[in-house]
């Protein structure tokens, strides 16, 4: 079985700050993991994704995640905040492909930017 | 290209009464297809996926239920409404193997 846990419902950060939502998963074989953002009003939007490459995963609009497997961790970060950086962030855990094709979603982050 | 197809995108029904939402995909075979409901804190909850046809797995018991008549349409349906089913509705689709999702555009439904 596998499963995804936000630390944070909500974060907030000022322009120009670095940016670090949180994410741990547990899984019984070796996942996929990913990281989706929802603007307001929007559809969803793969961010990034690790398939076991890279454990240092660089997404669109500066974004990175780092795969840590004995933290059980898939943090995502930013450098610095932009005002178009607020919206709802999700990490999605996957094993499609090996044995159970579930994909499974944390609750999600809200990433608040302040002026 | 591959195309996702969801409706209706906005639906207001009264309790007891039945629902359908239908799910289409174009321009691939064999998908994996999953239905998800958005609420309010409560992230993406994964309700039913299908890996072929007539083949369904339910993950959150409820009064839904799912169906995949074909290898590319993917039904969710209600024979009577709950107040706690409001919520946003979201197909998505994957190929066979593959992980990364493609969602449709959602369906918005209000129980009165």
């Known amino acids: 079985a596998q499963s995804v846990t936000q630390l944070d419902s909500h974060v907030s950060v000022s322009e120009g700050t670095p940016v670090l939502l949180r994410c741990n998963y547990s899984?019984?074989?070796?996942?996929?993991l990913f990281w989706y953002v929802q603007h307001p009003n929007k559809g969803l939007q793969l961010l990034l994704k690790?398939?076991?490459?890279?454990?240092l995963v660089k997404g669109i609009n500066g974004f990175e995640a780092e795969f840590k497997k004995s933290e059980t961790s898939f943090h995502l970060t930013k450098p610095s905040a932009h005002m178009s950086d607020a919206a709802e962030y999700f990490c999605?855990?996957?094993?499609?492909?090996?044995?159970?094709?579930?994909?499974?979603f944390g609750k999600g982050t809200r990433l608040h930017i302040l002026p | 290209s591959q195309t996702i197809h969801q409706w209706p995108a906005t639906l207001v029904q009264p309790v007891g009464s039945p629902l359908s939402l239908e799910c289409t995909v174009e321009?691939?075979?064999?998908?994996?297809l999953y239905w998800y409901r958005q609420a309010a804190g409560r992230g993406l909850q994964l309700l039913f996926y299908?890996?072929?046809?007539?083949?369904i797995s339910s993950e959150v018991p409820q009064n839904l239920s799912a169906s995949r008549p074909q290898d590319r349409q993917f039904i969710l349906s209600s024979k009577k409404l709950l107040l706690s089913d409001s919520g946003f509705y979201l197909c998505?689709?994957?190929?066979?193997?593959?992980?990364?999702?493609?969602f449709g555009a959602g369906s918005r439904l209000t129980v009165l």
């Open positions: 998505a689709w994957v190929r066979a193997g593959a992980n990364v999702l493609t």
């Open positions: 899984s019984s074989y070796s996942p996929s």
């Open positions: 690790y398939t076991s490459a890279a454990t």
């Open positions: 999605v855990v996957s094993n499609v492909g090996d044995r159970d094709d579930k994909i499974i």
């Open positions: 321009g691939t075979s064999n998908p994996n």
């Open positions: 299908s890996v072929g046809i007539g083949q």
